[in-house]
């Protein structure tokens, strides 16, 4: 195993000493106050990297409600600017990790600072905190990505965010976002599991109802509005539809389901706890994932994907983005162009008529996502941190390298 040292350390192998930085997590006990997926990811990811014998893990967490986080998000990074400033100088901190760009960018005259110290400095690319248009922070992003030695991009689409502004290739590492099989029922007791979760629920659903459903912020990238306009209407009545989640686009999607004559087929779920969440996958037949295309947006990976296929739900998803790394087309469900309402209708009453077809799709999606659990991706987080060992490139453009030898597939198979 290699492990890292500092300057002038002659001591044996020890675990490489690593100060994780987050500023996205909701507080303690009140999840729903902050909830998404780069917050569940950056608190999974913290825990799967604190599980690792070769890591020693050091966590610096801004814990706040979504309201508050803006505002609190300057004065946490000054506080966690000075830490690693203060232990990159006792010589206690070989690496630092943050768990969004936009820390990174926000901090980026400290990169500079740390690397001078014998401290390298990674980050993980999710995508909006890559794309957004504002000038004020596009040149810190261009900036952290001249000084960064690694970033981590969680799909191939928002690696290619990041080459656009002018990350070197040989900097870039493509890691997929994992999913915490903890939380979910057992591959053994699943079936159980999603009879349980029809029986007596509220709420309720036809005996002969085909559910499908979708978890996210209510807004206009995500495409539920569009597929609750469009969509919908061309399904048949037995066809459900429950949105979980919130957001700026709540209200015109409410209006949309009156407006449709569809009140007795969607619901708005709202925000769900952590067991209605999971009865929610459980209950479901299809999950569907509508983006649509919105400038200086983008759906870096889809981390609700492999929630709902850990509990046995194939997608049907926009072929678009960062989603096309986790769905698998015709493996472990079904990519559509992004806007097609034709394309999704019929992806949707195919596996209302044949039932052979979903479950085949089922059981693949079952084995796509325990394939991506936190302990292999965070494998591939210690091996490229460990791979920094001493290793700095001018901060230029870098070498030019063909596309494959860096933004590698996901393992569908």
């Known amino acids: 195993m290699k492990t890292l040292r500092p300057s002038g350390d002659e001591s044996g192998d020890r ?13 303690l006990g009140r999840p729903l106050v902050n909830v998404g997926g780069m917050q569940r990811v950056a608190g999974e990811l913290a825990e799967a990297l604190a599980r690792r014998p070769d890591l020693s893990v050091r966590t610096a967490a801004l814990r706040s409600s979504w309201r508050w986080t803006w505002l609190r998000t300057p004065f946490f990074l000054l506080r966690a600017g000075s830490l690693a400033l203060s232990l990159a100088g006792k010589g206690q901190v070989d690496a630092v990790l943050y768990s969004s760009l936009l820390s990174a960018a926000l901090l ?88 349980a979760a029809r029986i007596g629920r509220e709420p309720t659903l036809p005996p002969d109802g085909f559910l499908i459903c979708s978890v996210g912020r209510h807004v206009r990238r995500k495409g539920f509005l569009w597929f609750v306009e469009r969509v919908m209407p061309l399904l048949p009545a037995s066809v459900h ?31 769900l706890p952590e067991p209605e969440l999971v009865r929610l996958y459980c209950s479901a037949d299809l999950f569907v994932m509508p983006n649509v295309q919105v400038a200086g947006t983008m759906e870096g990976f889809g981390i609700v994907l492999l929630e709902a296929g850990i509990c046995g739900l194939p997608a049907v998803a926009a072929r678009l983005e960062g989603i096309q790394d986790v769905v698998a087309d015709g493996r472990n469900g079904i990519l559509i162009p992004s806007g097609d309402a034709g394309a999704f209708a019929g992806a949707i009453c195919r596996g209302l ?14 084995e796509a996502a325990h ?24 901060l ?12 590698r597939p996901l393992p569908h198979g």
């Open 371 to 394: 394939r991506l659990s936190w302990d292999r991706v965070t494998a591939q987080y210690a091996e490229l941190m460990h791979g920094l060992d001493g290793v700095w490139t001018p």
């Open 108 to 195: 980026w005259p400290l990169l500079g600072r740390l690397r001078r110290r014998g401290v390298t400095c990674a980050a993980v690319a999710h995508g909006q905190d890559v794309l957004h248009p504002w000038p004020v922070y596009q040149q810190p992003v261009r900036q952290a990505l001249r000084r960064l030695a690694a970033v981590a991009a969680v799909s191939r689409a928002t690696g290619d965010a990041c080459l656009e502004r002018g990350l070197a290739a040989d900097r870039l590492r493509v890691i997929p976002n994992g999913v915490d099989a903890g939380r979910f029922p057992s591959q053994a007791g699943l079936g159980a599991a999603r009879v």
């Open 396 to 407: 230029t453009s870098g070498r030019s390298v063909a596309r494959d030898e860096t933004l």
């Open 353 to 366: 008529r044949d039932r052979a077809w979903l479950a085949s799709l089922s059981d693949q999606a079952i």
């Open 241 to 271: 539809f429950w949105l979980a989640g919130e957001g700026p686009d709540t209200q015109a999607i409410s209006s949309a389901i009156a407006r449709r004559d569809l009140t007795g087929r969607v619901r708005l779920l709202g925000r």
């Open 15 to 27: 675990p490489l000493r690593l100060l994780f930085v987050c500023h996205t997590l909701p507080p």
